[in-house]
């Protein structure tokens, strides 16, 4: 099949595990954000380098909806790790809640990270903005996820050095 014909599908009719890295990209790439979003899934699970690439594009282009944000995110936090960290540090204060919601299970997802250098902010901006949400905010964040990510040593540690300022 040719992109041209598997562009033509909606993405729960395409065996993407079956598909060439090269034909991964140009979904990923394309103007389908839920095949865009299967697509860089599949070139993450295959631990291709073309992943990280793919998805500073998507993350800094203006095709990326909030789901596919969310997914490029966790991509780049596995293959591009800098990048996801300053991206956070940049967009954390004025992300959707859906974005918000995937920082906050990137941080409950590997904690270490997130307990010295630069990504130790991210910490501290994560809690501003869950302070700050409104009702609405609020009910997009899962409750499992908000409740996980609060517990967290690293935040408690971020709490404990802010309230010694």
């Known amino acids: 099949m040719d992109i041209l014909e598997l562009e033509m599908l909606t993405f729960d009719q395409i065996n993407f595990e079956a598909l060439p890295k090269d034909t991964l990209v140009t979904l990923a790439s394309g103007d389908d954000p839920f095949t865009a979003t299967s697509a860089i899934g599949e070139l993450e699970n295959r631990q291709s380098k073309l992943a990280a690439p793919v998805a500073k594009n998507l993350l800094f282009g203006s095709k990326a909806d909030r789901y596919l944000l969310a997914a490029v995110l966790e991509v780049l936090f596995n293959t591009d790790r800098p990048t996801a960290i300053?991206?956070?540090?940049?967009?954390?204060?004025?992300?959707?809640?859906?974005a918000l919601n995937s920082m906050l299970q990137i941080v409950w997802g590997d904690e270490d990270v997130?307990?010295?250098g630069p990504a130790?902010?991210?910490?501290?901006?994560?809690?501003?903005?869950?302070d700050r949400l409104d009702e609405e905010e609020t009910e997009q964040i899962k409750a499992y996820v908000r409740?996980?990510?609060?517990?967290?040593?690293?935040?408690?540690?971020?709490?404990?050095?802010?309230?010694?300022k």
């Open 114 to 116: 997130f307990k010295s």
């Open 120 to 130: 130790m902010a991210v910490v501290g901006l994560l809690l501003d903005r869950l």
């Open 86 to 98: 300053q991206y956070t540090l940049d967009h954390v204060t004025d992300c959707d809640a859906y």
């Open 147 to 164: 409740e996980a990510f609060l517990k967290l040593d690293v935040v408690a540690q971020c709490r404990l050095k802010t309230a010694t």
